[in-house]
């Protein structure tokens, strides 16, 4: 009996995952036992002492904490059982004794630190509860990671935070790509789906779950943005644009705020997106859940009502919304309950605005959204409608007729109110046969008019769900399969618990189940497919707790027979449940203190249940006299609500036209057969649970990490409890309990080769792996070998890691010593060597010092004789000097004495000299005075005698006056001038007289002086001897005070010279820094400069790259245009004879769509406008394009062609085409004048800094008096340049607005009127090209008209691959310009038009045929730049005037530039054509290329982490290829490509664009990957993919393509490598790595830091400390980069071509071989 019971006790611990299996107390001698001869009670026990070897010091293990559910801790001693307790150091630091009385008291196992972080639980190498929960910590906080593997379910911790991880980057590092070595996310989930759904055609679907606030409503709009984008990506259709909009409109009519989530789906819903053969979304459909309509009458604190409602009272004083007569929320009692109305956050006018777009997008009209807006504001004003209570106990209740809120409701619903008004307060009963109304009391009446409010709701939310449906439903096909998307709520328990948390649990138990047997079933699938022996896992099943609630006589058949009882009560079905289920079910339970509740023993947790209100809520009563006037509504949306409604219906929307309700009926057989919501849910989830098992399933579990909803805070009892509910715990038992860790043969011996004893051959791995297992692990039991893998039980891969890190302890131990040896001897031998040097350099340093003390003395001797000769010498000297200086002033004083006696004498003879000629000169004037005045008096005289004569000649002359009138004018004329002359004698004579006086006066004067000098002469004695010495005393002083006033004077000008020195100095120092300044002007003016130059490049880069997009766009139109053709040409053809209108014959008949403006445009239109019409318009017209002269004419003048809007469809797309590249052609002209007027004013400006720089003196010069002013008068200037360049800025930012006012289709046309008058052209006026005479040339070719199309197919069409790649580049282009030129000669410009025309619509067939050829599309690139250039060499505009010389190039006559534009879009196009088809082949390569290829052999045997070889369920495994993909796989697609661009001859520069964005994608696409798979992240994988970057690289070199950008492509993801390479462990290290990774955000940084992982115990992992240190520098950096985490794969750098003239061209000169068959054109 003991042996036994030691079994069992034994079997039970070696099942448990998480207890040891060796206990070192059990001791038994089999030998003198009777358990020898029970050789599996000797394994067991065997098994159980083997176990305990992990506790061993050092070792972590976890205990349980009350506030942090587990906490860790170290052992400080390896374990005894003997001693009772483990000595254990937490975490927190303290020691604690943990008592072990029996080995199932020992506590679970700690994983290994390289673990740590891991992305999928089950390569845990210990999986149990704080293993989960630690790993879920560890990445949620430290390395901000949201989603974590659990086997097949994705773990989603909510972070209430945006992320910038699910942008499209995002998408496409995904898509497309091999799940199992990716970052867990929800897009790997949605991958994973779709890829199976592909590759199996079988359904599947995405069941995501967890409690309210957990994020499930973000997972699922996510996953379905992830379907939209990769299955919609290569149809365009609008079916994924609907199925987004669904999400705004559903969240606004289905979610609200709850106290645990501001944006709580309150129902359920599963779509599903239906796919067709390719993987493109043609539809989709929508069903719902039980909808929560209590919550449309009654909010809790802090909750809200849906949202919608709160959006409609947000927009109540938009115009078309006062009809609607709403208030603020505050004001309606449905808004107002919960006393919250608005979220911190959110904009409910923006939301409903998206709601308003997304309804116009599913196709509901205006007019249709203003009906539903009417019904929702309807039922606000219901619950405002005041209800009063009358009679003797307050039986009975009425309601004012004039209520305003009655009076709105009636009037926003179209019902009569007087018997809307009766009806709330009255009902009819049918008694024996007659109808009878009963009138209800103010309680009852409020809660029927709740009731009807709830109905209302539910009938609208039922509608709007079928309207979707019938939007997303698929039109054309039927859907190929399906992928389900589950938003359905999490197991809920709340402090009272009701119906509803009744019908979710009841749903999550189902979701269990089915979990339970996936999970399951995967294993089972997984164990026999290795081929190892299954023994069925015991699982805890909830199938008795189901069982209770839907089975016979369980909880919903109880609920349903009590709620068909007349007299049916809560009461009576509590004791109903009791009776029946208290003690025969062990998952039911009754509360000890109340009779009106139950319990239920749920998967997750135990519910207590109130069952007040069950009945009502399961019925969802609703009368029918209120039904019936609404159903008389004039409103057609309200009547259709309730008009086809039967007595009972369905809870999912999947049937729209069943309402979640029952009515009451006038018939007692007809109110028996009603449906109760409980058993419409129970229908509805049987349903979904038979779709779902007949689907492929993929899990989410989405986890709230706290109740405060802050970002990255992680409670740890929160997260623990529903990791619990949502069945994580669970998968890891399961998977805990049979062999959890799994290795490939290969990766096994990769990681434990150190393990093996002897040789190994390595082709024959699974035999050396079962040899050395067999040594290292003495259990058999404890692993097994599979086919392809080796399986190992909890716990062994740590044994295993020991074992692996004592060999390698041992290991290094042995190197350390051989190392420490060869280190002492090298330390001695450096040591003696030094001793050597030492003495050596000290005895030849003692014999330079002798020698310089020698050298010393002797040179002091010199000294010393050299000083005394010198201080002799220089005394002599001094006493010569001062004998030469007293001579010096003495002959000086002597000679100047004589010298001032010489200047006195010549001074008298001078004042001699002058006074006498000073009396000369007065004598000589008063002389010619008198002589003038006599001669002015006889004059007088004389002039008097002729006056008196004149008189008397006038007397004479009054008889003739008559006779000669016409003398009287000169008459008078005389006698004024005699009169004038009078008066001027008269002014003479007064002057004359002055001038007398005043000479008179002088005169005298000067006599008087005379006299007085001549007394004073006559008076003065002659000077004696004394005053004659006096006077030369005198003069000595005077020389003296001369002398020092000279040299005071001499002072002064050295001082003066000083400060004029110290003037100079200050004067050249503001100089430099007037200079420096000037300097640093004219470098901020360059930078500026520089700056606005790089900005209106980038705008022009950013204009060419949006018009190759939209050339990109419309080359996809047009494709789509030809396939419309092309399906109506078969649909006309299965019609057999069935005669057409001739509209569409006419259509039908075209032989390509039409390129040129005289080609006639298609009569329907595209598929585009088709959507458009659908969904905005009313109506389905069809709108024809109208023709515009004025904008045809306004793109003339602007030189822009015309012809590819023409074969877009709809006025509103053509004009809109036509108008952005106008713009764009008119913005390019007016940014480049721009720019040169600003070179022109940089010009100008530094002609005017230079100027004053040349006007500056020379320092040696005079000191500039106005300095001062000219420094302020430059610094002016300096201010006025800073002017300009700020003006200069605005003016970029001015032009940057025009360019998006610009870009708006509809305010263009007026925009480009006013540009056009203002430029000086009419509106309307075509330029046409000056015309040439006709001229004789040569050396053309001739193709008559007849012949055009034959030369089209033999030359371009019909043109054989291995003929065209034998031709010399560019001879068709060549042949064809050359017959092109000869037309025009003759004058047929409408035939060289044609001819040209007829050569663009051949190539574009050509490319079209050959769309996966690169040699061809390579040829075609080639010959349409060719032609373009030779085309717009011999353009008109571009020659000189006049008559073109012999020999020179020819001018073309015809106007070709619509065609030479056809041919820069043909060009544009072939190019990106060209890319597409290397890109395609790119694509799948790159990865496992640059990435996973391992091309450094000692390298590849580096053993990797110990992670197990678990792969994602339904991952796809990349298929054997014969040959690997390598680097030489990608180099030889690139080598192909530029082989093919080399033949024909391309320019360099253009091979230089396309290989910059060849290199983008590979370096973005590998990049990305890089960021997203954690394995990446290793020091050895960074060598790796160093290696094979280099190799591109050295491939660029060796091509000379590395100068044209694509090696800076190639930069990220170089520095990422670095990344991986460099030291990251002190400060130093975070400062070199911050200034090394220029090219990467910091982002970037930070995550590739995060995911960096230790692929072996050499390599050690980033700490967070330095994590935050590089986090702290790449703050300071300020680089002002996005959040954007990966690079834009999807990148498209616009092409440039080059122009390259062509030397003239002759026929003579090409040669035509015969396989073109073209010899029927003549040489001219």
């Known amino acids: 009996m003991g042996v036994w019971s030691l079994l069992c006790a034994a079997k039970s611990l070696s099942e448990s995952p998480e207890i040891p299996r060796r206990y070192q107390f059990l001791t038994i001698d089999t030998r003198h036992s009777s358990l020898g001869r029970h050789p599996k009670a000797v394994r067991l026990i065997q098994k159980i002492m083997a176990a305990t070897d992990l506790y061993t010091k050092g070792a972590c293990v976890w205990l349980p904490d009350p506030d942090a559910v587990w906490i860790s801790g170290q052992l400080l001693q390896d374990l005894q059982l003997e001693a009772g307790h483990l000595l254990l150091q937490l975490s927190d630091g303290r020691e604690v004794r943990h008592s072990v009385a029996s080995p199932s008291d020992l506590p679970p196992l700690g994983n290994p630190e390289i673990l740590e ?29 949201i989603y974590t593997y659990c086997g097949i379910v994705l773990v989603a911790i909510n972070p209430y ?29 949605a991958e994973e789906a779709y890829r199976a759904m592909i590759r199996e055609k079988k359904n599947q679907s995405i069941i995501i779950s967890g409690e309210s606030g957990s994020g499930k409503t973000v997972s699922a709009k996510f996953t379905m943005r992830y379907f939209a984008v990769v299955g919609g990506a290569a149809q365009q259709t609008s079916v994924e644009e609907k199925v987004l909009a669904s999400n705004p409109i559903m969240e606004a009519i289905g979610n609200a705020k709850t106290t645990r989530n501001d944006n709580s789906s309150r129902f359920g819903k599963y779509i599903e997106i239906g796919f067709g053969n390719h993987g493109d979304i043609i539809g989709a459909n929508m069903r719902t859940y039980l909808l929560e309509k209590s919550r449309v009458v009654f909010q809790a604190q802090e909750e809200r009502n849906y949202h919608i409602f709160y959006q409609l009272c947000a927009a109540r004083k938009f115009p078309e919304m006062r009809t609607l007569k709403l208030e603020a929320a505050e004001c309606f009692r449905y808004t107002n309950q919960g006393g919250s109305t608005q979220i911190p956050g959110t904009d409910d006018l923006a ?202 006589l369980g909880l919903l058949d109880l609920l349903d027979e009590e709620c068909r009882m007349p007299k049916g009560s809560d009461e009576n079905w509590a004791r109903k449940l009791y009776d029946q289920h208290q003690n025969h079910s062990p998952h039911f339970g009754k509360p000890r203190m109340s009779n009106l509740a139950f319990i239920i023993f749920h998967f997750a947790d135990t519910v207590r249940y109130e069952c007040d209100g069950f009945l009502d809520k399961n019925r969802d009563t609703i009368f029918e006299e209120p039904i019936n006037i609404l159903r008389a509504s004039q409103s057609e949306l309200v009547a259709e609500l309730f008009l086809k409604e039967p007595a009972g219906g369905v809870l999912s929307s999947s049937n729209p036209s069943v309402p979640n309700g029952s009515l009451h009926s006038e018939k007692r057989a007809h109110r028996e057969h009603k449906q109760t919501v409980g058993f419409q849910f129970r229908q509805s989830l049987q349903l979904l649970m ?115 890190a004592e060999r390698l302890r041992e290991a290094g131990v042995t190197i350390q010593s051989r190392v420490r040896g060869w280190l002492a001897r090298r330390r001695y031998q450096r040591t003696r ?117 004149l008189r008397a000649e006038a007397r004479s002359v009054e008889r003739y006056r008559e006779l000669n009138k016409g003398m009287e004018v000169k008459l008078m004329q005389l006698q004024l001038r005699a009169d004038q002359q009078a008066r001027e004698t008269a002014i003479l004579r ?71 020195q110290a003037v100079e100095d200050k004067w050249a120092a503001l100089r430099s820094r007037l200079l420096d300044q000037e300097a640093l002007q004219d470098e901020r003016v360059a930078r500026c400069v520089a ?253 008559r008209k007849r012949d055009e199309g034959k030369l089209i197919r033999n030359l371009i069409t019909d043109l054989r691959v291995d003929c065209a790649l034998s031709l010399p580049p560019g001879l068709p282009a060549s042949v064809l310009f050359l017959c092109l030129q000869q037309a025009d000669c003759t004058g047929d410009q409408a035939r060289a038009s044609s001819l040209c025309s007829a050569a663009i619509n051949g190539m574009k067939g050509a490319l079209k045929k050959h769309s996966a050829d690169v040699d061809m599309t390579a040829l075609w690139l ?76 000692s390298l590849a045997a580096s053993g990797g982490k110990p992670v197990g070889s678990r792969k994602r369920a339904g991952s796809d495994a990349k298929p054997g290829t014969a040959e690997p993909i390598t680097m030489a796989t990608v180099l030889r697609e690139l080598g192909a490509l530029h082989a093919a661009l080399s033949r024909q001859a391309l320019p360099p520069a253009l091979l230089e664009q396309a290989f910059r964005q060849l290199l983008h994608l590979l370096a973005a696409t590998a990049f990305n990957n890089l960021l997203l798979r954690k394995d990446m992240c290793c020091w050895s994988r960074g060598m790796q993919i160093r290696y094979n970057v280099s190799l591109l690289e050295e491939w660029l070199r060796s091509r000379g393509l590395q100068t044209g950008g694509a090696m800076a492509s190639l930069e990220p993801l170089i520095q990422a490598v670095q990344l991986l390479q460099v030291s990251k462990r002190s400060d130093a290290d975070a400062q070199a790595l911050v200034q090394t990774c220029t090219a990467l955000s910091s982002q970037q940084i930070v995550k590739i830091l995060m995911l960096y992982t230790p692929h072996s115990d050499i390599e050690e992992r980033v700490t967070l400390n330095f994590i935050r240190t590089v986090q702290g520098l790449l703050k300071e950096r300020l680089d002002g980069q996005t959040r954007q985490l990966l690079l834009d794969v999807r990148r498209v750098f616009p092409v440039t071509f080059p122009h390259s003239p062509s030397p003239l061209l002759r026929a003579d000169q090409l040669t035509i071989p015969d396989s073109l068959k073209i010899s029927f054109l003549r040489r001219v």
């Open 117 to 145: 972080g891991e992305n999928d639980l089950t390569c845990l190498s210990f999986l149990h509860e704080p293993a989960v929960l630690h790993n879920l910590r560890v990445r949620f906080l430290d390395y901000n990671n």
């Open 161 to 189: 935070e945006q992320l910038p991880i699910y942008g499209e980057e995002v998408i496409d590092a995904y898509s497309g790509q091999d799940i199992a070595g990716m970052e867990p996310h929800i897009f790997s989930v």
């Open 351 to 552: 939301d409903l605005e998206r709601v308003r777009n997304a309804l116009a997008v599913l196709g509901i009209r205006s007019d249709q959204q203003m009906e539903v807006f009417r019904i929702l504001s309807a039922v606000l004003h219901l619950g405002n409608i005041s209800i009063q209570a009358s009679g003797r106990g307050g039986d009975r209740s009425y309601v004012n007729a004039e209520d305003p809120s009655l009076l709105a409701f009636c009037k926003l619903l179209g019902v009569d109110r007087a018997q809307m008004a009766h009806w709330l307060c009255n009902r009819r009963l049918a008694v024996g046969g007659e109808m009878l109304v009963k009138p209800m009391s103010g309680q009852q009446a409020g809660d029927a008019r709740d009731a009807l409010a709830k109905h209302v709701y539910g009938q609208l939310f039922s509608w709007t769900v079928s309207r979707l449906n019938v939007a997303l439903r698929a039109k054309k096909e039927k859907p190929d399969s399906f992928i389900g998307v589950l938003d359905i709520y999490g197991f809920e328990t709340f402090a009272r618990n009701s119906f509803e948390q009744f019908c979710i649990n009841y749903a999550n138990e189902k979701l269990q189940q089915q979990f339970n047997l996936h999970v399951f079933q995967l294993e089972q699938e997984e164990y026999e497919r290795e081929g190892l022996p299954w023994s069925r896992i015991e699982f805890s099943d909830n199938q008795p707790c189901i069982t209770l609630i839907e089975g016979t």
């Open 690 to 804: 038979e779709t779902l098992n007949s689907t492929n399933p993929h899990y989410v579990r989405c986890i709230k990490p706290n109740d405060l909803k802050e970002p990255f805070a992680f409670d740890p009892k929160r997260a623990v409890q529903q990791l619990r509910a949502c069945g994580v715990l669970e998968t890891i038992r399961i998977s805990a309990a049979g062999f959890p860790s799994r290795w490939t043969y290969l990766e096994f011996f990769s990681r434990y080769r150190l393990l093996f004893h002897g040789t190994v051959d390595q082709e024959e791995l699974r035999a050396s792996c079962q040899q050395a297992l067999a040594a290292l692990i003495p259990d058999p039991d404890q692993y097994c070998f599979g086919k392809t893998k080796v399986f190992f039980r909890a716990g062994q891969v740590a044994l295993l890691e020991r074992l692996r």
């Open 833 to 949: 060597w030094a001793a050597l040097t030492l003495q050596r350099y000290a005895r030849g340093g003692l014999a330079r010092r002798l020698a310089r003390t020698l050298r010393c003395t002797r040179a002091a001797l010199l000294i010393q004789k050299t000083f005394r000769m010198v201080a002799v010498r220089r005394i002599y000297l001094l006493i010569q000097e001062a004998t030469i200086t007293i001579q010096a002033f003495i002959r000086g004083t002597l000679a100047r004495r004589q010298y001032w006696m010489l200047v006195a004498q010549r001074a008298s003879v001078v004042l001699q000299t002058a006074v006498r000629g000073w009396l000369a000169r007065r004598a000589y004037r008063r002389t010619l005075a008198a002589v003038l005045l006599l001669q002015c008096c006889v004059r007088r005289r004389a002039a008097r005698r002729e006056l008196l004569k």
């Open 990 to 1060: 007064e002057a004359l007289h002055a001038e007398r006086e005043s000479h008179t006066l002088e005169r005298a004067r000067l006599k008087g002086a005379l006299l007085k000098v001549e007394a004073q002469l006559r008076e003065q004695p002659p000077k004696s001897l004394a005053e004659s010495l006096r006077d030369e005393e005198e003069r000595r002083r005077a020389e003296e005070r001369s002398a020092q006033e000279v040299s005071r004077l001499t002072q002064e000008v050295q001082g003066l010279q000083a400060e004029k």
């Open 1091 to 1343: 700056e606005a130059s790089e900005g209106l490049r980038g705008e022009l880069e950013e204009e060419r790259g949006r018009y190759q997009g939209l050339l990109k766009e419309f080359t996809r139109l047009e494709q789509r245009y030809e396939n419309l053709r092309e399906m109506s040409v078969l649909a006309e053809r299965s019609r057999g004879c069935q005669r057409s209108d001739s509209s569409q014959s006419l259509v039908l008949d075209l032989p390509s769509p039409p390129s040129s403006s005289l080609s006639c445009s298609p009569t329907f239109p595209v598929a585009e406008d088709e959507r458009r019409v659908s969904v905005t318009s009313p109506s389905c017209e069809r709108r024809l394009w109208s023709h515009d002269p004025s904008l045809d004419a306004l793109m003339g003048s602007m030189e822009v062609p015309k012809d590819a809007a023409e074969r877009i469809q709809g006025e509103d797309l053509k004009l809109a085409y036509d108008a952005v590249r106008v713009a764009n052609k008119f913005l390019e002209a007016q940014l480049i004048s721009q720019r040169s007027q600003w070179r022109e004013e940089l010009s100008a400006l530094r002609q005017r800094v230079e100027g004053p720089r040349q006007t500056l003196a020379p320092p040696g010069g005079p000191f500039p008096a106005e300095l001062q002013d000219f420094i302020s008068a430059l610094l002016s200037e300096n201010a006025e340049l800073a002017e300009h360049v700020d003006a200069g800025q605005q003016e970029c930012r001015r032009l940057g607005r025009e360019l998006g006012d610009l870009r708006r289709t509809s305010t263009l046309r007026k925009a480009l009127m006013r540009t056009a008058s203002a430029a000086g052209l009419p509106f309307g006026q075509e330029v046409r090209p000056p015309r040439w005479r006709e001229q004789e040339v040569t050396g053309l070719l001739e193709c």
């Open 1422 to 1497: 080639k010959n349409s730049c060719l032609l373009g250039d030779m085309i717009s060499q011999h353009h008109v505009s571009l020659l000189p005037a006049g008559r073109p010389v012999p020999g020179a190039v020819l001018p073309l006559t015809c106007d070709l530039s619509e065609q030479q534009r056809l041919l820069s879009d043909l060009s544009i196009q072939t190019y990106q054509q060209l890319l597409s088809i290397t890109e395609a082949r790119l694509q799948p390569l790159i990865v496992s290329a640059i990435l996973e290829s391992e091309m450094i052999p």
